[in-house]
């Protein structure tokens, strides 16, 4: 059982609609990455959180640490956020779990 | 602007032809990590660099190694490669301050054919 659980898998939504993707993580997991990767291209990190919230643009990461959740939310959308949005737990020694990614696409 | 530089972008290699992917920074970052991703899998750290300090992941192949002779660069080794290393391989970096609470930076991927 992976150590870090996204949902959903896929999601497909309007331009202009708010988007929200959610990451549960284990025991032993002590900050979370939310990272976003377009087809093809190299990885970007959007935030990295232990606790509370971030905001950068549109993009919004809240961190629940009693539940061991997070969410990544995107207000606004546009074509351009299509692309695949991965959460990463850090572990021991600061190494990364990875969740299996959302694909985002966004149509005009 | 600081960043992690792969090089090249793209790479074709023959089957059992030793290849070498390249990785700068201009961080001035402490620890660099090499990944492997394939085809809609999520990235698997093979190794990283904790200043000199090298760390292999248990199941990182012995085809797998690794350089780093100074801070900036850090380079990926694939002594025979074969068709089941045809991946994109990402370097990232993150400081050694608060080392397991610093981000990763990532650079944008080499992908590697083998024909």
């Known amino acids: 059982k992976n150590e870090v659980e996204q949902s959903p898998q896929n999601l497909t939504a309007q331009e202009g609609e708010f988007i929200t993707i959610n990451c549960s993580y284990s025991?032993?997991?002590?900050?979370l990455h939310w990272l976003q990767q377009h087809p093809g291209g190299g990885i970007v990190s959007l935030f990295m959180?232990?606790?509370g919230k971030k905001k950068h643009g549109r993009l919004i990461a809240t961190i629940n640490i009693q539940e061991k959740h997070s969410s990544l939310h995107i207000t606004a959308s546009h074509p351009r956020d299509s692309a695949v949005y991965i959460c990463?737990?850090?572990?021991?020694?600061?190494?990364?779990?990875f969740g299996e990614g959302t694909q985002l696409t966004v149509n005009p | 602007d600081a960043m992690v530089i792969q090089n090249p972008r793209y790479q074709v290699t023959q089957f059992g032809k030793p290849v070498t992917l390249s990785c700068s920074q201009t961080?001035?970052?402490?620890?660099m990590y090499w990944y492997q991703q394939k085809s809609s899998q999520a990235p698997k750290l093979l190794f990283h660099?904790?200043?000199?300090?090298?760390?292999n992941e248990a199941d990182t192949p012995d085809n797998f190694q690794s350089r780093r002779p100074n801070t900036s660069f850090c380079f990926l080794d694939i002594r025979s490669p074969g068709l089941g290393d045809a991946a994109m391989y990402l370097c990232?970096?993150?400081?050694?301050?608060?080392?397991?609470?610093?981000?990763?930076?990532f650079g944008d991927g080499t992908r590697l054919s083998i024909l």
């Open positions: 990232a970096t993150s400081s050694k301050q608060g080392y397991s609470n610093q981000p990763q930076h």
């Open positions: 990463a737990g850090v572990t021991s020694g600061s190494r990364l779990t």
């Open positions: 660099y904790y200043d000199k300090d090298f760390n």
């Open positions: 961080l001035n970052h402490n620890v």
């Open positions: 025991v032993g997991i002590s900050a």
């Open positions: 959180l232990s606790s």
